[in-house]
């Protein structure tokens, strides 16, 4: 399944959402969108194809928006300038999806807490940054080496350095948007920053 935001054809303005899943191709474009609506419904239309098809696709994951379609939304369209700004730019800060860091779950019946990828990256800075202790400073430069052999520019060392030269909440921002950016699959992740 993807679930694209395009720009509308139909009325040269706005957006349009192209929906292909399965032996579905569909194209909403009666009316042209604004960048917020069109996520908006775009997020509905996944959701509503997860209870009727019984998968569990995440929205995050397969919603596109057209970087053209941005482009030419940006003037006159608050949200498409401002996410277009962000990927011109590489901050994503409002691009950044939220996730989760800790959740709960029933392991032999009793509820644990558990920890999704971004969660175990943040939890060794925690201990770098309050502790100074050395094991979680290597997971962290291991996760430096997984971003940047995803995409991440600069090299490892370099983005080490910068993530050392952070302070708690700016190195969280970091974490953040390099996690969205960069980070596919969480279990990867863990085992790639966890691994002895």
């Not at 971003?147 to 921002?173: F, N, V």
């Amino acid at each position: 399944m993807q679930v694209t935001l395009e720009k509308n054809l139909l009325h040269g303005r706005g957006f349009q959402i192209h929906y292909t899943g399965g032996p579905l191709d569909k194209t909403f474009d009666d009316d042209p969108l604004d960048f917020y609506s069109a996520v908006s419904l775009a997020g509905e239309l996944v959701r509503a194809a997860n209870t009727e098809r019984g998968t569990n696709y995440d929205p995050g994951k397969i919603i596109r928006a057209d970087k053209g379609a941005l482009a030419s939304n940006a003037k006159s369209d608050f949200g498409a300038a401002r996410i277009f700004q962000d990927i011109q730019s590489g901050a994503f800060d409002l691009s950044t999806p939220g996730g989760v860091d800790v959740g709960k779950a029933v392991i032999d019946g009793r509820e644990e807490v558990v920890l999704s990828g971004r969660g175990v990256v943040r939890l060794l800075l925690s201990a770098w940054k309050t502790d100074k202790n050395e094991r979680a400073r290597e997971g962290l430069r291991r996760y430096c080496e997984y971003i940047c052999l995803h995409g991440c520019r600069g090299g490892a060392a370099k983005a080490l350095a910068k993530l050392d030269g952070l302070s708690r909440e700016d190195a969280i921002t970091w974490i953040k948007k390099t996690y969205a950016r960069f980070v596919r699959d969480d279990a990867d992740l863990v085992r790639y920053v966890l691994r002895q």
